[in-house]
């Protein structure tokens, strides 16, 4: 790997950690960060590389959140499953927690398993990214407004019922199908459209990435066919370690900027990224796939 590939490779970690949880689509940044700054990699390989990198931004979500996704230990287990035994191991209101995010994962993990390639296929071009980067950014502002002067009835996760998160699970399908939606930018504006905090809906968002991310991960793992070099691995394995470092302050950051203020900043990034993506489309300057 040459010095320019480690940069490059720096550079995709570093958008990657940014956008990954930022709602602003992390695949359209990644589509205009490739047609201007090339990695070095194969065709095959770079499909690989979008989808792999993001395990570096998982990790930063399971570190930080370490106390609150790990269901077992007898230390501040407020809600033992039993109270002897091996069931005062046993943290029952994580497992709850857990549940319900596996129940969020079912729509979107059903299609993607069916229809992966397909939809890849049919959606992945400029005219769907610009589309929906601009429809959710106006979903956000829209939503925001109308939720100004009201109070969310769930304010944390575990509040969360269960109808809820497959709802929350039916908004993520969404971003599944379309890329530029934003899988976090769909769960956050779907969760506070239905009455959930924004605090909650973004840590939910977090807690629902980890199985995602780690099964889209694998998924894609499994399916590639194509020959790997030494140089590609390294990239890659650069691309995450960045993506984590970065994930870890912008997740930090993100949660303290929700707690004063809304997502409507967001909804008009994503107004302009949409305008610039049909700008530079037409001009026929974005590369896809």
């Given at each position: 790997?040459?010095?320019?590939d480690?940069?490059v ?23 205009l960060l ?7 990699v194969s ?10 990198i993001?395990l570096g ?8 959140y370490?106390?609150e996704l ?6 501040d ?6 109270k002897?035994?091996?069931g005062?191991?046993?943290k029952?209101d994580?497992?709850?927690?857990w ?8 729509p979107?993990?059903v299609?993607?398993i ?10 992945y071009?400029w005219?769907c990214?610009?589309i929906?980067l601009i429809v959710?950014g ?9 939720m100004?002067d ?5 304010k944390?996760?575990d ?24 899988r976090s ?13 924004r605090?909650a809906?973004a ?5 629902l ?5 780690l099964g889209?991960?694998?998924l894609?793992i ?20 960045v993506?984590?470092?970065?994930s870890w ?7 303290a900027?929700?707690?004063?203020h809304?997502?409507t ?10 305008v ?5 489309g037409?001009a ?6």
């Amino acid at each position: 790997m040459s010095v320019i590939d480690f940069i490059v490779s720096i550079i995709y970690g570093i958008v990657e950690g940014i956008t990954e949880w930022l709602p602003i689509s992390s695949t359209g940044h990644m589509i205009l960060l490739d047609s201007f700054l090339k990695l070095n990699v194969s065709e095959e390989f770079y499909k690989l590389y979008l989808v792999v990198i993001q395990l570096g931004a998982i990790l930063a979500v399971v570190v930080l959140y370490w106390k609150e996704l790990w269901p077992f230990g007898i230390k501040d287990n407020e809600h033992p499953w039993k109270k002897d035994g091996i069931g005062r191991w046993v943290k029952a209101d994580k497992f709850v927690m857990w549940f319900k995010i596996l129940v969020a994962c079912v729509p979107a993990a059903v299609v993607g398993i069916l229809f992966d390639d397909f939809l890849d296929e049919l959606f992945y071009n400029w005219v769907c990214v610009s589309i929906m980067l601009i429809v959710f950014g106006v979903a956000f502002i829209v939503v925001e407004r109308w939720m100004k002067d009201k109070e969310p009835h769930t304010k944390s996760i575990d509040e969360i019922t269960y109808p809820q998160a497959f709802l929350i699970g039916a908004f993520q399908l969404i971003a599944a199908v379309f890329p530029g939606t934003s899988r976090s930018g769909s769960t956050i504006v779907g969760s506070i459209g239905i009455g959930i905090s924004r605090e909650a809906a973004a840590k939910f968002t977090f807690f629902l990435a980890v199985p995602v991310m780690l099964g889209a991960s694998l998924l894609k793992i499994l399916k590639f066919e194509g020959d790997v070099t030494g140089a590609e691995i390294a990239m890659l394995l650069v691309g995450m370690a960045v993506a984590f470092i970065v994930s870890w302050f912008v997740i930090k950051k993100l949660m303290a900027y929700i707690r004063k203020h809304d997502f409507t900043v967001f909804g008009w990034y994503r107004i302009a990224v949409g305008v610039i993506f049909i700008i530079l489309g037409i001009a026929g300057l974005l590369k896809m796939g």
